[in-house]
Structure formats: structure tokens, C-alpha cells
């Protein structure tokens, strides 16, 4: 990527304005220099942030005297939308139930799992699509709501097994992952 601008010599003057603290660069410009001069460690949190925030596409009317390079800006947005569909998808299909061998027959495990999508739905899935940040349940605070979730009308052994499951699981891993993978195609 950094061949592309070919500016040869502005490395070392990107790295020393990007780690000045007071340096109030926007993301979208931080993450193309970040880019642009080869600077690994910043291009993880930057990505990061613009495809997690609320940032609008307006903005980058006022940025259009910079050095934005379209592929960098669509790759930030298609990711975004990417990140915004398994949010969704998270939300409103739970993983599998997994039934203990004390759970049988037909009409208990339909039990189980109706009354598994409805406690996912209804607990899980209004936090994964919170519109507040901070109340929004992030992959790092998944194991303790996936613990302490209580849920009515699913067999104590089948929710023990399910728990687990979800525990093991990377179902909450999907904004790592998704970045991972898009950053993976412009070769970062
Ligand atoms: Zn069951």
C-alpha cells in the first residue's frame, strides 16, 4: 500500500505527529498515514474505531483536500456494514441449543428451545444491538451475561450444556474477525 503515494522520505515525521498525545489528526486521516508510512502498531486501533463508530460519510466532504485514498474509505464503510449485519444476525439468532441426555423427547426440547430464543432475544440480543456504547455487550463482557443468564423454561442441564457451548464458542469474536479479514485484503 505505501508504494502507492510514493512519498519517500515523510515517514518518520508521521510516526513523531501521530504519537504526539495532544495531536487531534481525525481517525480517517490517522489510519491513512497510519497506512501510507507503514506504522503496523497504529493500524489495528484506528480501523478499529471507524468501523465501530458512528462517523458520517458527510465528513470526508470537509477531508477532500487530503490524500484519501478510495480504497481505504470503502474498505472502512464495507466493513462497517459487514460488522453491522453479524451484530444483527447475533442479535436474533442465538446458537444452538445443546440438549442434555435427560432432555427427551419431542415437546421438551421444542420447550427448551423456544424459551432459549426467547431469553437470547430479549437479554442477549437488545445489548449486542444497544444504541448506547456503553451498555452495548462487547466481546469482553460476553462471558459474564452468557454466565449469570437465567432462562426460563430451558432445562437446567440443557442450559449448563448451552452455556458452555456459547463460552467456547467465537460467536462474540465477529468484529475482530470481520477486521481481521478486511484488513487481511489490502495485504495488513
Ligand atoms: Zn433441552
Known sequence: MSTKW???????????????PDTELP???????????NIPRWVRPTFDILVSTDWEMGHVVALSGHDLCPVLVDLIIKTRDIIGREQRRLATIPPPVEHHPECRGGTQRERCESAWVSTWVLNVGRQ???????FRLESYKSAYTIQSLV???????CLELTKATVL???????IYNVCTAALAQIGL
Do not use: C
Open 151 to 157: 432462562a426460563p423454561g430451558v432445562s437446567e442441564g
Open 27 to 37: 481517525n480517517l486521516l490517522k489510519f491513512h498515514a497510519s497506512v501510507k508510512y
Open 168 to 174: 467456547e464458542g467465537d460467536a462474540f469474536d465477529y
Open 6 to 20: 510514493g512519498l519517500p522520505d515523510g515517514r518518520e515525521r508521521a510516526i513523531y505527529y501521530l504519537e504526539q
Open 128 to 134: 449486542v444491538v444497544h444504541v448506547d456504547p456503553l
